[in-house]
């Protein structure tokens, strides 16, 4: 009995020795499984791209211009005009934070408010705003950059452009030439030339993808237009702009 007892207790320790040995051989030959990649995190999107548009408009001062004219007694003629007001419309691209670039048309007009002529020996005759009239309107398209200076919800900008404008000066003329020139009209002539501009103003985040902003600009055209007399001029188109506008992103 006692041998029985002993030769069983002897099986059992051989068993479970041989099953703790083959346990380790196989955990040994299993590979090693690849740790669980994470997850990226998800992106929340406000549903606002990098295209936008903008509407702008503001109030417009033109400097001082001149023509020639070359006969009546007349040798040229300077003209002061009243203020008038600018509209832009633009599609431009965000780059990031800082960077924008913008393709835009802008329109502004000017009604004469008084003539002023020389003849080209000292004599100067002015005349009133009741019997000066004529306006000038001036149209650009521009490829603009911007940079902008990003302290949080408002942003300072600077920006400039390039491209191609068009100048009209529509019936300048005074009413006491009516006689000597039909409707008493001097200059009558548009041109399109080179057109350049610069931008500062400060912009400021209403809510996500409308920025509302406020700034000044300065724009020139370059200009040559032919008085009634066939005359020649140099006629620069300088304006000066303060503006506000909108910008909505898509």
Not at 71 to 90: K, M, P, Q, R
Not at 126 to 146: E, I, L, N
């Amino acid at each position: 009995m006692t041998r029985t007892i002993l030769a069983a207790t002897t099986l059992a320790a051989l068993f479970t020795s041989s099953m703790l040995f083959t346990g380790s051989a196989l955990s040994a030959d299993l590979p090693e499984s690849d740790p669980v990649p994470e997850a990226p995190p998800a992106v929340v999107s406000d549903g606002v791209g990098n295209f936008y548009i903008a509407g702008r408009g503001g109030i417009s001062l033109l400097d001082d211009t001149a023509f020639n004219v070359g006969g009546l007694g007349i040798a040229s003629v300077s003209n002061e005009y009243d203020t008038g007001y600018l509209g832009v419309i633009a599609l431009g691209y965000k780059y990031g934070n800082n960077l924008r670039a913008e393709v835009e048309y802008s329109y502004s007009n000017f009604d004469v408010d008084t003539h002023t002529a020389f003849d080209g020996a000292g004599g100067v005759t002015p005349f009133t705003s009741g019997q000066s009239f004529g306006d000038a309107t001036g149209q650009t398209v521009m490829v603009s950059g911007y940079y902008d200076f990003d302290l949080g919800r408002f942003k300072p900008f600077l920006g400039a452009g390039i491209g191609y404008g068009r100048v009209e000066a529509d019936g300048y003329g005074v009413t006491p030439l009516a006689g000597a020139l039909p409707g008493g009209v001097a200059l009558n002539d548009s041109d399109s030339g080179f057109a350049y501009q610069a931008t500062a103003g400060l912009a400021f985040e209403v809510i996500d993808g409308v920025t509302a902003e406020v700034g000044y600009r300065y724009q020139s055209i370059d200009a040559n237009l032919s008085s009634v007399t066939g005359a020649g001029n140099d006629f620069d188109f300088d304006t000066h702009n303060a503006f506000v506008g909108l910008r909505v992103g898509f």
